[in-house]
């Protein structure tokens, strides 16, 4: 068999499944938003369920962090929940997984725009050309949406996936959608996104593949800020192996937490330098310079329960996939 059978079970689904960095921001304070006064407020994470105009509030501390949320959004507690902890002494090796295709991660069209956006939660860069991935043990097709950058406020913390116990100060997340269903149709299905992660460390000299990103942040200092930057080859990004990754069935890591994501989180990392995971940790959360500065905005593990984390190991050789026999 070439694709994967999911397990049958209850999905838990917040409706209607617009959620940031994926929805719209609005003002705290407005009842009545338009596009003209849609706003942020400075200290929290707004933003509008589209469909009905309703909006909830969560941040990545305090009364509204991470352990509160499944108050507002009760699938937050289930058992699907991302990310976790990759404890490599537990995952299972299973040959049926398949290398990643990546198709339009390597073109460069001259000309072409990105937007890099400030949403007083992370640093978004949003996508416009056609860029998908695939696996060869999954028929479906995943067209890459944005890219999420999630760091902490020093070099021990940062990454939502834990390595063995052990954070990396950055990770990755690269959005992508499943084809087969509309955009509003993939927050409530079990496989509606795949997520290409990948962690990220520091390294004695700057990586010039993140300058596209790193060299452009200071456009976007302050909440709602945006810029166009010039395209470039996603897949620049990524480290060098993409042969070996984790895999499991979890769910977004922003409220409300829809259990609609295949994870893949890459084994091999990339480096860059203090200095650009820096310029990072200079954004603000907030309109201004009077607000907090944006860094630890990762959500920590969650349960694994039940779920299996497996491994794709698919040009190793056979010595090294017996380790995870």
Not at 93 to 98: E, F, G, N, Q, T
Not at 188 to 196: R, T
Not at 275 to 287: A, G, H, M, V, W
Request: proline share 6%; glycine share 4%.
């Amino acid at each position: 068999m070439t694709s994967v059978i999911y397990q049958k079970r209850d999905i838990k689904v917040m409706k209607p499944p617009i959620i940031p960095p994926y929805g719209k921001s609005i003002m705290k304070s407005s009842p009545m938003v338009t596009k003209k006064n849609r706003k942020m407020t400075t200290e929290e994470v707004t933003w509008t369920l589209d469909r009905k105009g309703d909006f909830q509030n969560w941040s990545y501390n305090g009364p509204t962090g991470p352990e509160f949320w499944q108050k507002s959004f009760p699938v937050a507690a289930s058992e699907y929940q991302s990310p976790v902890n990759i404890d490599t002494k537990k995952i299972i090796y299973d040959s049926k997984l398949k290398s990643l295709v990546f198709d339009g991660y390597r073109d460069f069209r001259g000309g072409a725009k990105v937007l890099l956006q400030n949403n007083g939660s992370t640093v978004k860069l949003k996508l416009f050309d056609e860029v998908t991935l695939t696996r060869g043990d999954m028929p479906d097709v995943y067209q890459a949406i944005h890219v999420l950058f999630h760091w902490g406020a020093n070099n021990q913390r940062g990454s939502e996936h834990l390595n063995n116990g052990t954070p990396y100060p950055m990770e990755v997340q690269i959005v992508h959608r499943n084809l087969k269903y509309s955009e509003d149709e993939m927050y409530d299905k079990q496989d509606g996104l795949l997520i290409l992660a990948f962690w990220v460390e520091i390294g004695e000299s700057s990586n010039d593949s993140f300058k596209y990103v790193t060299d452009h942040l200071q456009k976007i200092r302050f909440k709602d800020q945006e810029a166009k930057i010039d395209q470039f080859p996603l897949i620049s990004l990524l480290p060098e192996d993409t042969t070996v990754y984790y895999t499991y069935d979890g769910s977004l890591t922003t409220p409300p937490c829809n259990e609609c994501v295949n994870w893949v989180v890459l084994s091999d990392t990339t480096k860059i330098s203090k200095k650009q995971i820096d310029k990072f940790r200079q954004l603000y959360s907030s309109e201004d310079d009077t607000g907090e500065m944006m860094a630890d905005n990762y959500r920590p593990p969650q349960k694994i329960h039940r779920r299996k984390i497996k491994v794709c190991m698919s040009l190793r050789d056979e010595e090294d996939e017996e380790e995870y026999l």
